[in-house]
């Protein structure tokens, strides 16, 4: 039988812990990785939410300022707000009215802004998530 060099003793138990060391290290990165992953995937299905709701907004509110009468068309009468979307969006329509004169002829110019967010309370936190569309109509 031949005798193990004292040198050469617990060479094995340095090797084995070195690698359940890089192991673990390997296993938190992945886990890591796997919940940054899992986490813009939802944050990319809000984000379409979100501007599907902005959309329903804007189309809201060209609709009530086409609907008006072209002598007595005005922004004034927008709800604040729109709730009730998918995902607990709120959605706030802005009209703006601009009066332009060609010759004798008065143009108005009716720019509309749609915001959605999903909590108007917390913008900066991980879940919060804001689209804004805009368009502008002549009547």
């Known amino acids: 039988m031949k005798r193990i060099n004292s040198k050469e003793r617990g060479f094995a138990s340095i090797v084995a812990l ?3 060391v890089v192991m673990a290290a390997m296993g938190s990165f992945m886990l890591t990785f ?3 992953q899992q986490l813009a995937s939802a944050q990319d299905i809000k ?11 804007l189309e809201w509110g060209m609709g009530y300022v086409l609907r008006q009468p072209a002598r ?5 009468d927008l709800p ?3 709730t009730g979307f998918d995902g607990g969006f709120t959605v706030e ?4 009215k601009s009066v332009y004169t060609e010759g004798v002829k008065n143009i108005k110019i009716f720019s509309i802004t749609s915001v959605a967010n999903n909590n ?15 368009a502008s109509i002549e009547k």
């Open 120 to 134: 108007p309370a917390m913008p900066g936190n991980v879940g919060f998530v804001e689209r804004s569309v805009s």
């Open 18 to 20: 070195f690698l359940l």
């Open 93 to 96: 329509v802005t009209c703006k």
């Open 80 to 82: 604040d707000k729109l």
């Open 34 to 36: 796997s919940n940054t």
């Open 47 to 57: 984000g379409s939410q979100a501007y599907w709701a902005a959309r329903a907004g």
């Open 72 to 76: 007595t068309v005005e922004c004034a």
